[in-house]
């Protein structure tokens, strides 16, 4: 079981940012995300740091951990610039770089009070919504595919391949992914977790190396392998945690999972 650790990065300074991304990569977690939102409001911060200014500045001072969008909203932005932002994180980090991309929320839900702050348009339809995460996967294959057409001549280009994953909430999504993605990432406490986690399974043919990923609040107790509640998402086919920390990471406990994790 791979064990990843995501920030709020807009509820610490930037010293405190990198200093626990330190910590976390010295203490053997695999994976440090980071978030995609223009306001920290809804994680009750008063500020946000942007998610590929922050990823590449953090790849630019990291040297073996992993780094990654959990997840970069497929509204915020183009899929030209989207590539082109993660193949700039990818380049700068040596390969460390995973994209998490997802579909973003519905008008009514406190996610997208930010874009209506800033006027974005939000797309009420969620098949629609679903729609348009195809459309940017199948914009990224083509424009990072080593024989791409013609028109994407100078386009920046990955070295290796990036792998891509998708936050979900549904199975019709968690089929998507299967189909389209390397990999799955789902609220832990998710009611149809399970069913979530087997359509995604199920849809990637069970690609031995497909990401089947659940996100957490942090708890000390889950570092544990024999912990009961990680042996149920293991049995149900989970290969990744991702602890969240939604305020400022704790950089003791941060040390303390050493233990578990080298």
């Known amino acids: 079981m791979i064990i990843d650790v995501q920030f709020n990065q807009g509820s610490c300074s930037w010293s405190s940012l990198v200093e626990a991304t330190h910590v976390a990569e010295q203490s053997g977690f695999r994976t440090v995300w980071v978030l995609d939102h223009f306001s920290g409001a809804i994680f009750g911060s008063d500020s946000m740091k942007e998610c590929f ?56 839900s406190t996610f997208a009070a930010e874009q209506h702050a800033l006027g974005n348009p939000v797309e009420p339809v969620l098949a629609r919504r679903h729609e348009r995460v195809v ?48 990999g799955v990432n789902v609220w832990a406490l998710h009611p149809q977790r399970i069913d979530i986690i087997a359509a995604a399974r199920q849809a990637s043919k069970d690609r031995p190396d497909f990401i089947l990923s659940v996100w957490v609040k942090w708890d000390d107790a889950l570092l544990d392998p ?8 293991q049995n149900e086919g989970v290969n990744r945690i991702v602890l969240q920390y939604s305020g400022a990471p704790d950089v003791k406990a941060l040390a303390a999972a050493a233990q578990f994790l080298l």
């Open 226 to 233: 024999s912990h009961p509640q990680r042996l149920q998402w």
């Open 53 to 108: 200014t922050t990823l590449g500045a953090l790849a630019a001072v990291t040297h073996s951990v992993n780094i990654g969008a959990l997840v970069a909203n497929v509204a915020n932005r183009s899929p030209g610039l989207l590539a082109l932002a993660a193949t700039s994180v990818h380049e700068i980090s040596d390969g460390r770089f995973i994209l998490g991309v997802g579909a973003g929320a519905s008008p009514s």
């Open 135 to 182: 459309e940017t996967l199948t914009s990224l294959r083509q424009i990072w595919e080593p024989q791409r057409d013609e028109k994407f001549l100078g386009f920046a280009k990955p070295k290796t391949p990036i792998p891509v994953i998708v936050g979900v909430n549904s199975v019709s999504l968690a089929r998507i992914a299967g189909q389209h993605s390397d």
